[in-house]
């Protein structure tokens, strides 16, 4: 037992190191709010799609993919069944109006890139963890990028109105297309030469780093007086690091999935709020400072449920 909580700790202290070092290089002037949105469109908009499509073309074959994908229905019932969940205890602790849809969404979305990609692939190995990551993670994108932003809108000021492209245009980002293009590549069987795989993986080989360093700016350039606990701060972090896992655990623990995808399933459920969701919200007037928040507190408290959560698991499975 003290063994695999070693191994859990020393995961995380991995990925701790990573974001130390943003927060270190932000507190030393390297990194201001335009170094920040560059990091992160350099990894959603280059490194992460880049990462995508050659971990699904070299972790892949025609039978694995076709016999993983129809799992998605896991992280879906879940993410689903949550979203009523939070309409209930958002109602039980009385949230306010203006913060009801963002917290709804920051509810039951979790950050599979920015922190569950790293966290499980120092867990569990990139070559055994990465298939069931990503198929996490095109439940999660499409759900925050339809329903989780319909929620944080309705909280908007402004006169913002829905727009089926606008949506599908984020829903179709280009981490997702770069799975997509990765699971086509795999099910038409076709190779790609070797040097664009080599590039492939070295462009992708700066997800994990870039991501860990933009989350130590983030959490840089939140003050320590922000970090407060009011009602609405606890149900998230209960939602985030209670409810979800302990549901997903529920539905998974049941049948006959490999016990690694158990596992990832499981740890995906709870990691922090997306990162997304302060872009989202100042773009449609909602509570981005709420919202910021909730990603740096949730991020924070992350670092310690998940050793704790991989001792349950490994008791359990």
């Keep these: 037992m003290l063994l695999l909580f070693a191994k859990s700790v020393a995961g995380v202290v991995e990925i701790l190191i990573m974001i130390a070092l943003g927060y270190v290089l932000t507190q030393m002037g390297w990194f201001n709010e335009s170094a920040s949105k560059l990091l992160a469109r350099l990894v959603t908009q280059i490194a992460l799609p880049a990462y995508m499509a050659y971990t699904i073309v070299d972790k892949f074959s025609f039978h694995s993919l076709v016999s993983t994908l129809p799992d998605l229905r896991f992280p879906i019932i879940s993410m689903m069944i949550l979203f009523v ?119 992708g080989g700066l997800t994990v780093p870039l991501s860990m360093i933009f989350i130590g700016i983030a959490i840089a350039n939140v003050s320590v007086h922000d970090l407060t606990l009011n009602r609405g701060n606890i149900g998230i972090l209960l939602g985030r690091f209670v409810l979800a896992p302990a549901l997903m655990a529920a539905l998974v623990l049941p049948t006959g999935l490999p016990v690694m995808m158990k596992q990832v399933f499981i740890i995906q459920s709870a990691m922090p709020v997306m990162t997304n969701a302060p872009v989202v919200s100042k773009l449609y007037g909602a509570d981005a400072s709420f919202a910021a928040v909730m990603v740096t507190e949730t991020t924070l408290m992350s670092l310690i449920v998940i050793p704790i959560l991989m001792m349950l698991l490994n008791a359990v499975i």
């Design 85 to 203: 969940i939070s309409i209930i205890v958002a109602h039980l602790l009385h949230i306010k109006k203006s913060h009801l849809g963002l917290f709804e969404s920051m509810f039951f979305n979790s950050n599979t890139v920015f922190v569950g990609l790293p966290v499980n692939v120092a867990l569990f190995g990139e070559a055994k963890s990465l298939p069931y990551v990503l198929v996490y993670y095109m439940a999660n994108t499409t759900i925050f990028w339809t329903l989780g932003v319909y929620l944080i809108q309705r909280d908007g000021l402004g006169d913002y109105k829905f727009s089926l492209g606008q949506t599908l245009k984020k829903v179709f980002s280009p981490p997702l297309l770069g799975f997509m293009v990765g699971v086509v590549l795999v099910l038409l069987k076709i190779q790609l030469p070797a040097f664009i795989m080599v590039d492939l993986s070295y462009v």
